[in-house]
C-alpha cells in the first residue's frame, strides 16, 4: 500500500530491533499505525492507533471482511473524496495517490501500473497478519500505558503531513519522556531528536514521495530511545 512516510523498505529491520529490546510477554503499542507495516510484522499482543480516522476504520474493515477493489478510475478516485465509505477513502486517499500523500493527486505512471490492484494485493496480504490487533482511533496524548513498548512514526519535524493540520514536535518529545517514566520502552523514527534521546540505529534510503527534479530523495532514517 501506497502511504507517505511508510516504512515499508525498512519494516523488516526496524521490526527486528524492536523484537530485540522487547521484554517477554511485553504488550506492543503503536501511536502512529499509518500503513501498519510495523504492527503486521510484531509478534504477541498489539494495540494500533492512529489520528486519521478513515484510516484506522479501513484497518477495521478489513479485519472483518471487507474486501477492496482491484481497480479505481479518476472518475471514482473523485467520487470517493466527498461520497465513498470510510475505509474507501482510506484506500483511494493513500493507496491510489500519488506518492501515498492523502489525496494528493489520483496516481498514474508511464508503466500503466493498476495501483489499485497493487494496494489490494498489499492490503490482503497485510490483513493475514493483523488478527487480534486492536485498532482504534485515538489521538497519541490520550494513551496511557506502563511497562510497554512503544514504538512512534509521527509526523516529522519540518516535513509534510498526511492530515491538515500541526504536530507539534516538542510536545510529542515531551510526552514520550513522561511515557518513559511510566516503565515503558520508548524507540521513535525520525531523522532527528533532543539530546536526551539515543540515536540507536540508522540507515541511508529513499523518501516515497517524488519530485520532477531529483526523483526520491535520500534521507537518513533513524531509531532513537531514551536510555
Same mark, same amino acid.
Given at each position: 500500500?501506497?502511504?507517505?512516510?511508510?516504512?515499508?523498505?525498512?519494516?523488516?529491520d526496524?521490526?527486528?530491533?524492536?523484537?530485540?529490546?522487547?521484554?517477554?510477554?511485553?504488550?506492543?503499542?503503536?501511536?502512529?499505525?499509518?500503513?501498519?507495516?510495523?504492527? /503486521?510484522?510484531?509478534?504477541?499482543?498489539?494495540?494500533?492507533?492512529?489520528l486519521?480516522?478513515?484510516? =484506522?476504520?479501513?484497518?477495521?474493515?478489513?479485519?472483518?471482511?471487507?474486501?477492496?477493489?482491484?481497480?479505481?478510475?479518476?472518475?471514482e478516485?473523485d467520487?470517493?473524496?466527498?461520497?465513498?465509505?470510510?475505509?474507501?477513502k482510506?484506500?483511494?486517499?493513500?493507496?491510489?495517490?500519488?506518492?501515498?500523500?492523502?489525496?494528493?493527486?489520483?496516481?498514474?505512471?508511464?508503466?500503466?501500473?493498476?495501483?489499485?490492484?497493487?494496494?489490494?494485493?498489499?492490503?490482503?496480504?497485510?490483513?493475514?497478519?493483523?488478527?487480534?490487533?486492536?485498532?482504534?482511533?485515538?489521538?497519541y496524548?490520550?494513551?496511557?500505558?506502563?511497562?510497554?513498548?512503544?514504538?512512534?512514526?509521527?509526523?516529522?519535524?519540518?516535513?509534510t503531513?498526511?492530515?491538515?493540520?500541526?504536530?507539534?514536535?516538542?510536545?510529542?518529545?515531551?510526552?514520550c519522556?513522561k511515557?518513559?517514566?511510566r516503565?515503558?520502552?520508548? =524507540?521513535i523514527?525520525?531523522?532527528?531528536?533532543?539530546?536526551d534521546?539515543?540515536? =540507536?540505529? /540508522? =540507515?541511508?534510503?529513499?523518501?516515497?514521495?517524488?519530485?520532477?527534479?531529483?526523483?526520491?530523495?535520500?534521507?537518513?532514517?533513524?531509531?532513537?530511545?531514551?536510555?
Amino acid at each position: 500500500m501506497q502511504y507517505f512516510g511508510a516504512k515499508s523498505r525498512i519494516a523488516n529491520d526496524i521490526v527486528q530491533i524492536l523484537e530485540d529490546v522487547r521484554l517477554l510477554n511485553q504488550l506492543f503499542v503503536e501511536p502512529f499505525t499509518g500503513a501498519a507495516n510495523i504492527v /503486521s510484522k510484531m509478534s504477541g499482543e498489539r494495540h494500533a492507533y492512529d489520528l486519521h480516522e478513515e484510516l =484506522i476504520q479501513m484497518w477495521i474493515s478489513l479485519q472483518d471482511g471487507w474486501i477492496p477493489p482491484k481497480t479505481l478510475s479518476k472518475e471514482e478516485y473523485d467520487h470517493v473524496r466527498y461520497h465513498g465509505s470510510p475505509q474507501m477513502k482510506a484506500f483511494a486517499g493513500f493507496g491510489c495517490s500519488f506518492g501515498g500523500k492523502y489525496f494528493g493527486g489520483y496516481a498514474k505512471n508511464s508503466r500503466g501500473d493498476n495501483f489499485a490492484q497493487n494496494t489490494h494485493n498489499s492490503l490482503l496480504k497485510k490483513t493475514s497478519t493483523l488478527g487480534g490487533v486492536r485498532f482504534e482511533q485515538k489521538d497519541y496524548r490520550e494513551l496511557s500505558y506502563c511497562h510497554s513498548l512503544i514504538y512512534c512514526d509521527p509526523p516529522y519535524r519540518n516535513t509534510t503531513k498526511y492530515k491538515v493540520g500541526d504536530f507539534d514536535s516538542d510536545i510529542f518529545w515531551e510526552w514520550c519522556r513522561k511515557m518513559n517514566d511510566r516503565g515503558n520502552t520508548m =524507540i521513535i523514527s525520525e531523522y532527528q531528536a533532543p539530546e536526551d534521546f539515543d540515536c =540507536i540505529w /540508522s =540507515i541511508d534510503t529513499k523518501t516515497e514521495m517524488r519530485t520532477k527534479e531529483n526523483g526520491r530523495e535520500m534521507r537518513t532514517e533513524k531509531l532513537f530511545s531514551l536510555i
